[in-house]
C-alpha cells in the first residue's frame, strides 16, 4: 500500500467514524457537559501526553544503549513521531518500524541492530499488555460482558501474539534452520517468477543471511550485555502505557464524571491489546467506534462517544500530524512513499544488497547454483546499451 493510498484511508475512515459517532450519541447534555469543563485539564492533559512522548524517548535511548550504540533524547522524540506516523498509513500499525530503522541508518547505527532496538520496543509494549490484559479480564469480566465479537477477537490476538513469541524463540533457537526456510521461500518466489532475476534472488538470499545475523547478533547483546539498561527500558514502558491511559481519566474529570482510575487504565490496556491487530490504516474507523462502545461502560453513552473522539486526539492525532511534519522536513515525500512500499521493511537500507560477504564468511550453499544462472544475466547487462544502470 502507497504512503499516500493509506493517509487517505486513515484519514476517510477517522473522520467517518467520528462523524457517525457525533450524530448517533451527542446530545444536549453531552453539549452541556463539553461547555462546563474545566478547560486547564485540557493543558494538564497535553502534559500527560508530552510525558508519554518522553518515557517512549527515553525507552530508545535505553535500548540503543543496550546496543552498544547512542541515541539522543531529541532523536527519540523523532523516532516516537515516526512511529506514530508510520502506523497510521498502514495496515495492523506496521509501517513505524522501517522509518525507525531507516533514520537510525542515516545516523550510524547498522541496520540489525536498528531492527533489534525497534522489534525489541515494540515487543515490550506487547508483552505487557499481553500480561497485563488477562488480569484486567480477570479482575473486571465486565469489559467484554455482552460483546461476543470483542471476546472473540481478544482469543485472536492472544494466539497470534503467541505465534509471534514462538517465531521470535524459534529465530534466536536456531537460526540456521530459519535462514533455510527463508531461502526456500526466496528460491520458490524465483521459481513462480515474483522474483524474476537470478541476481535479485542471490541478493535477498544474502541480505537474509546477514542480516538474521546482525539481528541475532544484537537481540542476543541487549540481553546479555545490557540487562541494567533494559530492565529500565522495561520500566519506561510501563510509564509510557500508564501516561496514555491517565488521559481519559483526566478528560473525565474535566467535564465531572466520576471514574475509577484502575478501571479505566484496565479497559484502555484491553481495547490497546486490540487495536494492534486491527487490519485498517492505524486502526482507524475501529479505534474511534471501539472506543466509544468500550467507553460506555465507564461512563454515560452520550459522554462516551465525544471522549473517545478527544481522547483519541490527544493519545494519538497529535502524534500523527507530528509524525507527518518530520516525515516532510526530515525525510522527504519520495523517500517515505519509498519506504512504505517495499516488500520488507528494511529492503535496500543497507545499500548494497547483493554486495559479496566479506572474506572467510561461508555463503548459503544455495548461492553456488544461483552464481552460475547470473552469470549470462550479468554479461547482458553488460552489453545493454543502458549498461544495467537505474
Not at 522474483?195 to 541478493?203: E, Y
Request: hydrophobic share 55%.
Amino acid at each position: 500500500m502507497s504512503l499516500r493510498k493509506g493517509l487517505i484511508i486513515f484519514i476517510l475512515l477517522a473522520f467517518g467514524a467520528n462523524a457517525v459517532i457525533i450524530a448517533r450519541s451527542v446530545n444536549q447534555e453531552t453539549l452541556s457537559s463539553l461547555l462546563a469543563a474545566d478547560k486547564s485539564m485540557l493543558l494538564v492533559a497535553l502534559g500527560v501526553v508530552f510525558l508519554a512522548w518522553a518515557c517512549d524517548a527515553g525507552r530508545f535511548c535505553v535500548l540503543a544503549l543496550a546496543a552498544e550504540e547512542r541515541v539522543s533524547f531529541r532523536m527519540g522524540i523523532v523516532l516516537t513521531w515516526l512511529n506514530y506516523f508510520g502506523s497510521a498509513v498502514t495496515p495492523m500499525q506496521s509501517g513505524g518500524g522501517p522509518f525507525q530503522v531507516y533514520v537510525l541508518y542515516k545516523k550510524g547505527v547498522p541496520v540489525g541492530k536498528g531492527i533489534a532496538i525497534t522489534l525489541i520496543r515494540t515487543m515490550l509494549t506487547i508483552l505487557i499488555l499481553s500480561l497485563a490484559v488477562p488480569a484486567a479480564l480477570l479482575w473486571n469480566p465486565a469489559i467484554l460482558e455482552g460483546s461476543r465479537f470483542l471476546k472473540g477477537v481478544v482469543l485472536y490476538v492472544f494466539v497470534f501474539i503467541l505465534a509471534v513469541w514462538a517465531l521470535i524463540v524459534f529465530t534466536i533457537a536456531r537460526p540456521d534452520v530459519f535462514k533455510r526456510l527463508g531461502n526456500a521461500v526466496i528460491l520458490w518466489l524465483k521459481k513462480i517468477r515474483l522474483i524474476r532475476s537470478t541476481r535479485r534472488v542471490i541478493g535477498c538470499i544474502r541480505w537474509l543471511d546477514r542480516e538474521t545475523d546482525n539481528y541475532i547478533l544484537n537481540f542476543k547483546l541487549a540481553f546479555d550485555s545490557g540487562k541494567s539498561w533494559m530492565a529500565l527500558a522495561v520500566l519506561l514502558s510501563v510509564f509510557h502505557l500508564l501516561a496514555l491511559f491517565s488521559v481519559l481519566p483526566v478528560l473525565m474529570h474535566a467535564v465531572g464524571l466520576p471514574f475509577n482510575y484502575a478501571q479505566t487504565v484496565a479497559t484502555q490496556a484491553v481495547f490497546m491489546f486490540i487495536l494492534y491487530f486491527v487490519p485498517t490504516p492505524g486502526a482507524s474507523g475501529v479505534a474511534e467506534g471501539g472506543g466509544a462502545l468500550l467507553y460506555s461502560t465507564l461512563m454515560p453513552s452520550h459522554m462516551a462517544g465525544v471522549m473517545s473522539i478527544i481522547c483519541r486526539f490527544f493519545t494519538d492525532y497529535l502524534s500523527i500530524f507530528m509524525g507527518i511534519v518530520v516525515v516532510i522536513r526530515m525525510l522527504g515525500w519520495g523517500v517515505s512513499e519509498g519506504l512504505a512500499r517495499s516488500p520488507g521493511p528494511y529492503s535496500g537500507i543497507a545499500g548494497q544488497p547483493d554486495a559479496a560477504p566479506p572474506a572467510g564468511v561461508r555463503e548459503p550453499a544455495c548461492l553456488a547454483t544461483l552464481h552460475k544462472d547470473a552469470a549470462p544475466e550479468a554479461e547482458a547487462l553488460k552489453e545493454s546499451p543502458s549498461g544495467g544502470g537505474r
